[in-house]
C-alpha cells in the first residue's frame, strides 16, 4: 500500500488505531451514516475502487459506532466489475494498516434453504470457492499459502451469535458459495452448489475473507438473504429484488451490529483481537 493513502486518511481521520472494520453489502449502507466520525470518498482515496453498483455508498468512514472506534468501507467492489479478483486489496490493507485486528463483512445472498428465508440473517461459518477465482494469484511471496482453517472466526461468531440473542433475532449458520456473477447463478448450477455443502450464494465476501487473512486479520462475516436461489421459489431474481429485499434484513443486521459493538465496549475484555 501505497504511504500517501495511509497518510491521506490519518490526515483527515485523525491516528488513533481503529478497532473493526466492517465492509457493508447491497442496501446496508444505513449503518455508516449513523457513525460519528469522518467520511472520505472513495474518490478522494488514491487506488481506491470506484464501487459502481448502485444499492453501495463508496466511501470510508472512521468513527465512533457504539463506543468502539471503526472503519466502514460504504461501499465494495465486486470480481464481475473489472475481472479482478484483488480489487479489494488495497482498501482491506487499509482497514489492517488503520489498527483494525478484526474485519465483518457483510452482503445479500441467496439462500438454499428453506429455514433460512428472504429477511433472515445467516452466519457464515465456511465458504466454497465456486468461482475459482483468488485475490492472490500473482502474489509473489510465500505469505500467498494462506491457512483458511477457521478463516471464518469461531470466538467472534460466537460473539455475534450472542449478541443476535440478546436481539431476538434468529440467525443460523451456514456456508456461503462465491460465484462470480454479474449474471446470476442458473438453477442446475444451484442444485450443483448445494450438493457441493453451500446453504447460501453470493457474489462476493470470499475474495476479500481471503484477503483480510492474507493481511493477519480476524475475520467474520453475515449475509442477508434478500431472495431463495434460482430454480428454489417463484420469485423473480433480480438486482433490483435484492435492494428491494436488503432492507428487511439490513434492520436486523444494524441491531446485531451494533449489540455486538457495544458488548465490546462494555466488556473490553470480550474484545474481538
Ligand atoms: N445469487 C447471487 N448473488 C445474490 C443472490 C443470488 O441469488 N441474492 C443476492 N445476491
Redesign the pocket.
Known sequence: MTVDLLSTVRSRAGDEPVQVGLILGSGLGHLADTVDGVAIPYEDLPGFPHAGVSGHQPKLVIGDLEGVRVAILGGRAHYYESGQAAVMRGPIELLQQLGAETLLLTN???SFRADIPPGDLMLINDHINFSGLNPLIGEPTDRRFVNMTNAYDPEISTQLESAAASEDIAIKSGVYAW?S?PS??TPAEIRAIKILGADA???STVPEVILARFFGMKAVAISTI??M??GMSDEN?SHEH?KAMAPLGAAKLEKVIRRFLRNISVNPGSKPV
Do not use: K, L, R
Request: a negative charge; zero cysteines; charged letters at 5%.
Open positions: 445479500a445472498a441467496g460465484y456473477g446470476f447463478e450464494v453470493g457474489m434478500t431472495n436461489a434460482a431474481i435484492t
